[in-house]
């Protein structure tokens, strides 16, 4: 597992590793004939990097090393881009991807703590997950272990109330040690985030919740690299990283478009979208 600034696998490598996640993700959403593509995709660079070059003692082999990092995905119906990720680092067998979504899977079609090695909790009900992950922070503190914990939201996500208790607890307690990646892809399941209940700045709102904010370009494997590094020297607050990114990305037709959130590619669109992503 790539730990340090010497042993991280390339940007450049990194960027090819995204973009063959979502070649994964095409499959597995093609074969199931559910699931949800756009966010996946917007999500590629951000997971992939969490988990091939920024995270520590993740042993496939042993999955609940107490003091591994914790990476949770808190908008959970994204989980075919976190299938992808942990099938490649060995957490389960790649022939599972293609039985994703049916009943006795091991993937089922929300993130299932109880189904799937490698995830430590499950999420599907917006909001949750960073409240579980701000939990797994401050257990980390309280083991005085050295953990860091990932969750990547929805922009969508963030309209929960929930959102924002854990943004108050996670200052009041200084969980430094605690990461959010806001997937800013501007579209949720029925419109535009601004549609749907308008954000204003999402940095003035964590920042005057006592965060420590970054923006960035979400698939440009540079900034989320940087941004990391940035979070990690940052003490005494955690790090909120508002990821500009675009639903759908790397797929002519399916970027930006609000019906990508939740559907399944025909035949014609599968091989449109296969083209596209192998060229
Ligand atoms: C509490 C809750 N309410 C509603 C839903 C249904 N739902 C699933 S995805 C989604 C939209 C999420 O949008 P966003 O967070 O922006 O995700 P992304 O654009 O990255 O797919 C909604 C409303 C849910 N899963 N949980
Ligand atoms: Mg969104």
Redesign the pocket.
């Known amino acids: 597992m790539p730990k340090t600034a010497e042993t991280r696998m390339s940007a450049q490598a990194l960027g090819e590793l995204a973009n063959n996640i979502r070649l994964d993700i095409l499959d597995m959403v093609y074969k199931a004939q559910s699931g ?1 593509i ?2 996946s995709f ?1 999500a590629a660079e951000i997971v992939t990097t969490l988990y091939f070059a920024e995270m520590r003692n993740l042993d496939p082999q042993n999955p609940r090393l107490p003091h591994r990092d914790r990476f949770v995905l808190s ?1 959970g ?2 989980c075919p881009v976190w299938y992808a990720c942990l099938s490649r680092l060995g957490f389960f067998d790649a022939e599972h991807l293609d039985s994703l979504r049916k009943i006795n899977s091991i993937l089922q079609g929300h993130p299932d703590m109880k189904s799937t090695p490698g995830i430590d909790i499950t999420t ?4 949750h997950g960073c409240a579980s992950a701000t939990g797994m922070a401050l257990e980390g503190k309280a083991a005085k272990d050295q953990r860091r914990v990932y969750t990547v939201l ?4 963030i309209n ?1 109330g929930v959102v924002w208790e854990t943004a108050m607890a996670a200052a009041k307690y200084e969980l430094d040690n605690l990461v959010f990646f806001i ?1 800013k ?1 501007n ?3 029925d419109g535009t ?1 601004d549609e749907i209940m308008p954000l204003l700045s999402i940095e003035d709102k964590f920042r005057s919740f006592g965060w420590h904010v970054l923006t960035i370009d979400g698939h440009d494997i540079e900034q989320i690299l940087c941004a990391l590094d940035l979070a990690r020297l940052t003490k005494g607050k955690p790090t909120c990283i508002v990821a500009n990114t675009t ?1 759908g990305k790397g797929v002519s037709f399916m970027e930006d478009v609000r019906n990508w ?1 939740g559907k399944a590619p025909s035949t014609e669109e599968y091989q449109a979208a296969r083209a596209e992503l192998v060229a």
């Open positions: 949800h756009g966010g917007s908008k119906h994204a599907g009900s917006l909001g929805g922009d969508g996500e929960e997937d892809n579209l949720q399941m985030s639903k959130h």
